[in-house]
Structures are given as C-alpha cells and as structure tokens.
C-alpha cells in the first residue's frame, strides 16, 4: 500500500438506539485495533449522529479513533432550534465536523454560504473541517468542472491559508453516493481529483497542498483497493459499509493484502 489513508466512518443518520451505536462502535473498535497491529497505514475518523457522541466518546479510551460531528450550525449558542454547535460536539469529543454533505445541502437547502460560515466558525475555534463537495450529474461536455470550481469557491470563501492543513476536503459525486447509485470508475474519480487539486491551486497557490483529499460514494471493499492507487487520494469517507461490521472488517482486510 502506497500512503497512509484517512478513513471517515459516516453513519448519516444510523442506527436509531445508542445499543446499537455502541455496539457498532465496539465492532469499529475491533477493526481499528486489528489494523493498528498489523501496521496498516490508516487514520481513523467516526462520525455518529450527535446524539451518540457522548456515550461514544466515553468508550473511546485507548483507541486511535477521531470523532467528529456530522454538521454544526455556524454559532456556538443561540436561539436556534434543533441547532446543534461546534461547540456542543466540541464538548462531546469531537475534534472535527463534516460539512456540505450533500444529504445536507438538498434535504435542508444547505447553500455554499452556509458551508463557508460553519468551515469558518470550525476552523476559528481550533476545529477541523471535513468539507464535501461534488457535482450532481457528470456531463459528457464536462460542465462538471465549473459547478466544482463555483461550489469549492464558494464554500472556502474566507478561509485563510494557514487554516488549510486544518480542511480536509472531500469528493463526493452525488450520482455514486448511497443505495442504487452508480459506482464511480477510478478514472472518473482520479479525473475529478486532479481538478480539484487544480481549483485548489488557483485559489490558494502552493499552501493548497496542506488540503487533504477524500473521496466518498459507493467505496467498499469491492473498488477501495483500485480507488487507493490514485495518486491525490488521502482518504475515503464510507458511508454503508461504515454501518456494516462485515464490510468494514473486509475492507480493512483489503487493505493488508
Ligand atoms: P455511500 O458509501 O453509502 O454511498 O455514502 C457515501 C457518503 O455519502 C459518505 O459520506
């Protein structure tokens, strides 16, 4: 295996007990234990519901896990009803949040406006951010490219350059993410990343380096291998798989051949 790889655990909104979230999480414990030993080069990030943060992170002793949130709004109190802030999962554990997911920014209207000011409130308050973007429909005539180059604009409006190493950004495509979705090939996937280490470049210049790069959409343990052969690649955000203790163990074991 080439670099060492960020692997993002996203439950979305999974399981609907904490005993089932603790059980996964002891699950995902195992899994992280069982890498450490046998050297893989893998970072681990969990991102439960929020609700979950708490009891997970009591039972994060000794493990290599990050936790982080799924969301924040972009102030740390407020009247805000069914809010929840930085600094409440800041509290809980978390040492980040996803941002922009495109669960967020369709079902809630989520607007690149909104991103830049909760990557901003992260970023400011000793945070990191985990930043999704990701085109809806990959059109032949490449009009892909400019809705990517618009929406990394316009979601990293304001983030100054020594806060990059803090930004993770990740690939999204919204046509290979969940359920029925198509699954990426690494060319499309390697295509889109050179992009966007382009538009990075273009906007932040040399320090657009210290960005991290994931991708995210359909991984499992069926193309994680092939996916980690691309060059710019960091990580992965998992989405089902990350629900799945066979799957995820098998996607680990991947890693070890
Ligand atoms: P799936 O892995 O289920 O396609 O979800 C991807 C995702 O949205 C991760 O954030």
């Known amino acids: 295996m080439n670099k060492k790889k960020i692997l993002v655990f996203n439950w979305k909104m999974n399981p609907s007990s904490k005993k089932e979230a603790l059980k996964l999480f002891t699950a995902l414990k195992k899994s992280a234990a069982w890498a450490l030993k046998k050297g893989l080069k893998l970072d681990f990030i969990l991102s439960p519901p929020a609700v979950y943060l708490d009891a997970i992170n009591q039972k994060n002793k000794n493990t290599k896990i990050i936790l982080s949130g799924q969301d924040t709004f972009y102030k740390g109190s407020g009247s805000v009803t069914g809010g929840i802030s930085y600094a409440m999962i800041k509290d809980l ?94 060319e499309e996937v390697e295509q889109s990343l050179v992009l ?38 960091d990580g992965f955000l998992l989405g089902r798989a990350s629900l799945n203790p066979d799957t995820f163990e098998a996607v680990l074991k991947s890693f070890s051949d």
Not at 201 to 229: A, C, M, P, R, T
Request: hydrophobic letters at 40%; glycine letters at 10%.
């Open 93 to 186: 554990g978390a040492k980040m949040s996803i941002v922009g997911h495109w669960e967020r920014r369709s079902l809630f209207g989520e607007s690149n406006k909104d991103v830049s000011e909760k990557i901003k409130v992260l970023l400011g308050n000793k945070m990191k951010a985990i930043v999704c973007v990701g085109e809806e429909n990959r059109d032949q005539r490449g009009h892909f490219a400019d809705f990517l180059e618009k929406q990394i604009r316009e979601s990293l409006a304001g983030v100054e350059k020594f806060q990059l190493k803090d930004v993770i950004l990740a690939y999204e495509p919204v046509w290979a993410i969940g359920a029925g979705a198509r699954q990426p090939v690494v």
């Open 196 to 233: 966007i280490r382009k538009i990075l470049k273009k906007i932040f210049g040399e320090d657009s380096k210290k960005i991290k790069l994931l991708y995210g959409g359909s991984v499992g343990e069926s193309n994680i291998q092939e996916l980690s052969e691309i060059l710019q690649l």
